[in-house]
């Protein structure tokens, strides 16, 4: 799957890239778009798939662990990611839907 982004199916919240300021972040939406943002920016490093450990570490340190989970969680009952390797502390997951084709 080659992940794409469009600005018809983009919220304005990342448009404008006022995202990380708003009260709850990083939402799962949030965590979603930016898998996909890097995926789209490095499509030969990122392939729409993310460790928990890589979002707790990197991309979302300062933030919340247990709110990252949560998020995490969400965008796997939402049905957005699937989790590909559940061995602990290597939590995987992989882009199924992309909402902002």
Not at 29 to 46: C, F, G, K, Q, W
């Amino acid at each position: 799957m080659i992940l794409t982004i469009s600005e018809n199916s983009t919220p304005i919240k990342y448009i404008l890239g006022i995202h990380k300021e708003l009260p709850g972040y990083p939402e799962p939406l949030d965590i979603l778009y930016h898998t996909i943002e890097m995926a789209v920016r490095n499509p030969s490093r990122y392939k729409g798939t993310f460790t928990t450990h890589h979002c707790t570490t990197y991309w979302f340190k300062d933030a919340d662990p247990e709110l990252v989970n949560e998020s995490i969680n969400k965008l796997t009952q939402m049905g957005y990611v699937m989790q590909t390797n559940n061995t602990p502390g290597k939590e995987s997951y992989k882009v199924i839907i992309n909402p902002f084709e």
